[in-house]
């Protein structure tokens, strides 16, 4: 069976991400999803605004749910997954696309910071 080249490129950069990576793929993900349902908002394209708003409510949601408990800094970032999805719902809930600039700031730093954490576990592990 013919597979698309590009498909099967993303499907094996996917195979070969680290954790890091992977992490990094999520919160980048959020962040397109977040800028596109910003533009349909914009434009009043109300059903695709709600599904680009519930797909970074699950990968939000996902991102909470693999955290390892024993780890100290889950507890933060449980806090922090619960406001956005409390942000994500009043965004949903009353169509604000405006408070969608208050929240791509915030998971973008997160995604910067788990970055830059990826990188140093990279050079001390080498």
Known sequence: MYQNPYQQYKEQSFATMTQGEML??????????LTKAKIYG????????????????EIITFLDHVLDRKIEISMSLT????????????????RKVELIDELIPLITELRDTWKQADKLSRTQGA
């Open 42 to 57: 914009t434009n009043k394209e109300y059903e695709k605004f709600s599904e680009e708003i519930d797909r970074v409510k």
């Open 24 to 33: 990094i793929c999520l919160y980048d993900e959020s962040i397109k999803h």
């Open 79 to 94: 806090k922090l997954y619960d406001y956005f999805n409390y942000e994500l719902s009043r965004i949903s809930a009353g």
